[in-house]
């Protein structure tokens, strides 16, 4: 019942380590600890960020566990609250 209501995924954005050159693809898998918890939508250079993406991942994942892509390391940034789906209904 603990997850009833809630997606089983979260949305994040990646701060990508700007020390490679190369972006991740679409689809590229995220790994944290050695295990795939997740994969990349799509990824691009911001003007000001640098390179970011947009991943999926585990609700289960700490919201400060570092990701890694293709090799290159990621910071992740909560665009979707961990405790969304705790829906109360109003009674009317």
Same mark, same amino acid.
């Given at each position: 019942?603990?997850?009833?209501?809630?997606?089983?995924?979260?949305?994040?954005?990646?701060? !990508?380590?700007?020390? $490679?050159?190369? #972006?991740?693809?679409?689809?590229? =898998?995220?790994? +944290? @600890?050695?295990?795939?918890? %997740?994969?990349?939508?799509?990824?691009?250079?911001?003007?000001? !960020?640098?390179?970011? $993406?947009?991943? #999926?991942?585990?609700?289960?994942? =700490?919201?400060? +566990? @570092?990701?890694?892509?293709? %090799?290159?390391?990621?910071?992740?940034?909560?665009?979707?609250?961990?405790?969304?789906?705790?829906?109360?209904?109003?009674?009317?």
């Amino acid at each position: 019942m603990h997850t009833l209501g809630r997606p089983p995924r979260r949305l994040v954005r990646l701060h !990508l380590d700007g020390s $490679a050159d190369a #972006l991740p693809a679409p689809g590229s =898998p995220l790994l +944290a @600890e050695g295990r795939e918890v %997740g994969f990349v939508g799509g990824s691009a250079r911001h003007h000001e !960020l640098g390179p970011i $993406a947009l991943g #999926l991942i585990k609700r289960t994942v =700490p919201t400060d +566990a @570092e990701l890694v892509v293709g %090799g290159i390391a990621a910071a992740q940034e909560a665009l979707v609250d961990p405790e969304i789906g705790l829906h109360v209904r109003p009674a009317l």
